[in-house]
Structures are given as structure tokens and as C-alpha cells.
Nanobody
Framework: QVQLVESGGGLVQAGGSLRLSCAGSGISFRLNELGWFRQAPGKQRELVARINISNTEFYADPVKGRFFISRDNAKNTVYLQMHSLKPEDTAVYYC????????????WGQGTQVTVSS
């Protein structure tokens, strides 16, 4: 059974930084795409960042240059480093693994809340 467990969310002031972590079990991160989505109240879930098995990275336009995704295959963990946070980054952030696309994603974490105060 695949489990993805996020950590690192919380409350931060605008301009601050946070690092999210996602630890996986029942799945080999080395063999899978990994990513982060977010969902703000009243909005659709959106793909924020993705890293494939070749370590090619994708970022949504609103977070380019501020967010950075990385993976540690030995620890079966994926990270999302977030800098220069804005109030509009406030959302529940979800870890994803497997095939990671807006239209289809195999595995999800339970989500972690990130709140950015102005």
C-alpha cells in the first residue's frame, strides 16, 4: 500500500520561507515522477512543481524562481523549498507520486496547510 506523508506546513509571514517534505512508503521514489499540488479555498487543485526520474523540473508560472523541488531517493523523500512567500500561496499542499499530471495522478498525500500572512 502506497503512503505519502507530508510535513513542514505552517504559518509564515509574507516574504518568508518554508520547506515541505513528503516521505513515501510502498513505492520507490527513484522510479517515479514526484510532484506538489496545491488547492486554495474555492479554487481547483493546481500543479505547482514536478520532478521526473531524470530530475527534469517543471514549475507553474506563479511559483517560478521562488519554489524549488528536489528529491532524495535514498530517503524516499521529495521536498518543496518555498521562498518569498505571498498571501496568494496560501493553500493546502499535496504531495503526489507515480504519473504526476493535472489530469491524472496515481498517488496523493493527505495534504499540509500553508498559510501566508500579509
Amino acid at each position: 500500500q502506497v503512503q505519502l506523508v507530508e510535513s513542514g506546513g505552517g504559518l509564515v509571514q509574507a516574504g518568508g520561507s518554508l520547506r515541505l517534505s513528503c516521505a513515501g512508503s510502498g513505492i520507490s521514489f527513484r522510479l517515479n515522477e514526484l510532484g506538489w499540488f496545491r488547492q486554495a479555498p474555492g479554487k481547483q487543485r493546481e500543479l505547482v512543481a514536478r520532478i521526473n526520474i531524470s530530475n527534469t523540473e517543471f514549475y507553474a508560472d506563479p511559483v517560478k524562481g521562488r519554489f524549488f523541488i528536489s528529491r532524495d531517493n535514498a530517503k524516499n523523500t521529495v521536498y518543496l523549498q518555498m521562498h518569498s512567500l505571498k498571501p496568494e500561496d496560501t493553500a493546502v499542499y499535496y504531495c503526489a507520486a507515480g504519473w504526476v499530471r493535472p489530469t491524472k495522478t496515481n498517488y496523493w498525500g493527505q495534504g499540509t496547510q500553508v498559510t501566508v500572512s500579509s
